[in-house]
């Protein structure tokens, strides 16, 4: 495939494949399941939740655990994960792509993304909020590293490969027509379900949007 960014080259070559052979086990999917209670105690039951960037799928197995019946699709860059998320057969859908290629065709009850936008060359942010935005007809999940303000800092060594700022502040700013409906902090030192210092945000499309 041939990529815009170098971003989407790095993490659809050997370094995401790495990332991919390290980052599983029960100990995520609990932690996660555990985060999603959380949102899930805001929305209720959801019927379709589209995932960009779902890697290897750890967001959607602690989904399906929750929601058994929801439909779920996910969009993943890298080959070795989009193959484990379609032998796991949790998906309805998995597209091989980057989540920047990805044409609209339908709307999701929510759009999520979790551990992505941080590795996204910012020049694409706002296409990657329109492709959140716009596959969404209500709710838009965003977790994240938050920093006030955008800062790039080394990730594992490499330069341009992560960068923190307001997503979710970017996006209503962006949209008008979303809403902050709730949003939290979990701390990698969290005595019970640890998630890396992750900063999320549910946002709710107003009825006219």
Not at 12 to 27: A, H, L, M, T
Not at 82 to 92: K, S, T
Not at 140 to 161: A, F, M, Q, S
Request: net charge negative; with cysteine; proline share 3%.
């Amino acid at each position: 495939m041939t990529y815009k960014t170098e971003q989407e080259q790095f993490w659809s070559g050997e370094f995401g494949d790495e990332y991919v052979q390290r980052n599983f086990g029960g100990g995520l999917i609990d932690s996660n399941a555990a985060f999603f209670a959380k949102v899930f105690a805001n929305t209720g039951s959801v019927d379709s939740i589209i995932e960009f960037g779902s890697n290897r799928g750890i967001n959607l197995h602690a989904i399906k655990r929750l929601l058994p019946d929801t439909q779920l699709d996910a969009v993943e860059i890298n080959k070795l994960a989009y193959e484990l998320l379609v032998e796991w057969g949790g998906c309805a859908n998995v597209f091989h792509q980057s989540a920047l290629d990805f044409a609209v065709t339908r709307q999701y009850e929510m759009s999520l993304i979790k551990g992505v936008l941080i590795h996204i060359n910012p020049a694409y942010l706002e296409q990657m909020y329109d492709v959140l935005y716009k596959s969404s007809k209500r709710w838009i999940l965003v977790g994240e590293y938050y920093n006030p303000t955008p800062v790039e800092i080394d990730y594992r060594g490499h330069k341009g490969r992560l960068f923190k700022r307001d997503f979710a502040g970017e996006m209503m700013d962006r949209y008008p027509s979303l809403k902050i409906v709730d949003y939290g902090f979990i701390w990698h030192r969290d005595a019970h379900f640890p998630l890396g210092d992750m900063t999320w945000f549910l946002m709710e499309k107003s009825a006219q949007a």
